[in-house]
Every structure is written in C-alpha cells, then in structure tokens.
C-alpha cells in the first residue's frame, strides 16, 4: 500500500523551465491527498522556488525532501537540517576562480522569493544568463560570506569540461560531492548526504516503511533514493542511469506521466491492490 508519494521536480514533475507545475498535475495531487496519501517533493530545489513551482499553495510541500536532502520537512515543520561547510565551499570556489566559464554559486539559508544569490568567480555578464535559467538574484563577491549556507552550485558553460570539474571538486574538496541534475549545472553536497541518505529521517517521522513509498525521478541526483525505495518510477525522459536504477517506467514529464501515476494511486488508496501504471506498466 502506498501511503507516500515523493518526487522530483524538475524534468520529472514539469519541464526543466517551465514557470509552475500545471493544472493538471496540481489537481492530481490534491486528489491524491484527499485518498489520503501524501504528497511531497524529493528535489534539489529550495522552499522558495518551490512557492513559485506550486502557485503559492506551500501546502504541496509541507513534507518532503528539500535542497537535495539538506532539508526534511513534515507537516510544515523542519526535522532535519544540513547546511555547507564555509570553509569547504570557499576552497571549491578558489580552485575554479582561474578557470574561464566556471563558478561557483552559494545560496544562503535565510531567503526570501527573490531567491538571493552570492555568486564567486565569474563577472555579472557571465552569471545574467545563469540567473535567468535557474531565477536566482546574485551577488557578486570575493569570499562565502559569514551566514548559514543551505545550497551551492557549480557552473560550468562547457559541456566537454563537466568530467574535469567534477574529478577537480573531488581532489581539491573530498567532503564535498558535485552532481549534475542538467546539463552545466551542478548541485553541491556534503559528503554522505543526498536524498537517499535524507528518506530515513523523513519515514522515521512518518512512521512509514520503504514499501510504502512511490518515488518519481529522472536523473544521477535521484539515484540514491531510488536504491532505497522499491517502488522507485523513472519517467521516460530520465537519464539511462536513473531509468535503469527504477523499479517502475512511466511516461514523459511533458505528458504529465507523474499526474497520471498520481491519480492510479490515488484510485487504489487504502487498498493492497497495486497502482495502474505498476500493473499494467514496464517493471525493471
């Protein structure tokens, strides 16, 4: 039976770009929460973009896996938390301070909508293009300022260039580990943690099993979790490493495959019959 559904955003929920989950999907979920499942996300995002993301209904996002596992949060309240080592960011951001095209991006735990950013390393011509595709407002500086840092991220305008930075962030910061979740985009973590690792703090709030979660994802920064979960569903734009980790194939994101799967358990609720897409649908 399952009593919890989780799932990324981007590129699984909506299209990577697209201004808000659409209706469709915001009615499946809502139908899904009345069966009595919840809902939530299990994303690289923060509470910020995802107001945005759901029109303001913070209600999609009272539980769930936020900023890639640095953040759990149940009924609206934060369980668990995980901010960056300073000094550790610094370090990544002095070792790519001579390298053309790549930055780094940290995004403080205090924020607001406007999704404030300190930017080190690039010029503003370098980071507006960034800013547009991922709606952050950064700030330039020269060093991590002094304040709890909840998200980092590593830019990288080359494609040919992501295998070097992410061999060079791991020589120069081993605590530290950079995954891709698009293309020239990396997601910065500390060591050991990431959304899989994260599932064990928001179930032991819950009370919940493996068993009795359905996870949706798409690409490297799901793969964790989806060792974790059984019930693990790629949809059928995911990365080949993402679709072969999953349990469950489902559509393409742009089809609203995740809404669909939503309302099959939705139908299902409360019984021990399995969801459409796992009956009728492509089981690894």
Known sequence: MIRLALSDMDNTLLPFGQDRVDERTLKAISTLRSSGVRFGPATGRDEQELHRFFAGDDSCFETGIISNGKKVKVDGELVWARYLDRDALQRLADAFAPVPGVFVVAYPAKTDLSNPAYVLGATPAQVAPYERRFRFNGTIVSQVPDVDVIAATVACEEDEAM????????????????????????????????????????????????????????????????????????????????????????????????????????????????PRFMRDGDEA
């Open 163 to 274: 295998d070097w930075v992410r061999r060079e962030a791991e020589r120069v910061v081993p605590e530290l580990v950079v995954v891709p979740p698009v293309p020239n985009w990396f997601d910065v973590l500390p060591r050991g943690v990431n959304k899989g690792t994260s599932l064990r703090h928001l179930l032991d709030a819950l009370g919940i099993g493996t068993d009795e979660v359905a996870f949706f994802g798409d690409a490297e920064n799901d793969l964790q979790i989806m060792g974790e979960i059984p019930n693990s569903v790629a949809v059928a734009n995911a990365t080949r490493e993402a679709a072969e980790a999953a349990c469950w194939h489902i559509g393409p994101c742009w089809d609203d495959a995740v809404a669909d799967a939503l309302l099959d358990i939705a139908e299902v609720a409360g019984t021990d019959v399995a």
